[in-house]
């Protein structure tokens, strides 16, 4: 199993949550952050005064998929998270050991598919 994080700009989370349900993921978590990469946040002019808003507003998402499913999960949050600018956002991909299902005590790929 792999988890999938996935930080992306807010109006695209529609889109992202559309094609991961496309390609058969089920659940996601999101979270809503603030953060920074090469774009280094933005000036912004507010009555009179600029000021530099270096955190910017992105969305996480979290989904923890099989291995089989996991080059699907990742190109679809590519395609469909894409702007072609600066910002976009990254994916990170890392191994889970174990997932169980609370309701029923199921384990393994079972728990998440």
Known sequence: MKKVEAII??????????????????????TEVKGFGRQKGHKELYRGAEYVVE????????????DGKLKG????????????RIGDGKIFVSSVEDAVRIRTGESGDIAVD
């Open 9 to 30: 700009k807010p109006f695209k989370l529609e889109e992202v949550k559309e094609a991961i349900a496309g390609v058969g993921v089920q659940g996601l978590t999101v």
């Open 73 to 84: 999960v990742v190109e679809a949050i590519v395609k469909a998270a894409s702007t072609g």
């Open 55 to 66: 955190f910017l507003p992105k969305v996480k998402l979290e989904v923890v998929v099989t």
